[in-house]
């Protein structure tokens, strides 16, 4: 069962895949696309992951490991 605390390890590894510089929508795509299983069974969770993705992105910029590049997130 996935909790909102795989999120920023899914977000991280979702920004390392796509040459360490992604757009909002290429994140979600590639946790969709490897994750789903875990999402679906996450219950509440399976509901609001776009959403809580991007707290996990704001919580990564804060313990400085993102940043924001125009309109991606970029890894430090």
């Known amino acids: 069962m996935a909790t909102k605390a795989d999120l920023e390890n899914w977000v991280i590894e979702a920004i390392r895949a796509t040459g360490g510089e992604a ?3 290429e994140v979600a795509k590639y ?3 490897n994750f ?3 999402l679906e069974g996450s219950g ?3 509901y609001t ?3 809580d993705m ?3 992105a704001q919580n990564l910029r804060g ?3 993102l940043t924001f590049s125009g309109r ?5």
């Open 23 to 25: 757009s909002i929508v």
């Open 31 to 33: 946790i969709w696309a």
């Open 36 to 38: 789903r299983k875990e």
């Open 44 to 46: 509440d969770l399976f």
């Open 49 to 51: 992951w776009q959403y």
């Open 54 to 56: 991007r707290w996990a």
């Open 63 to 65: 313990a400085t490991k």
């Open 72 to 76: 991606k997130w970029a890894l430090k």
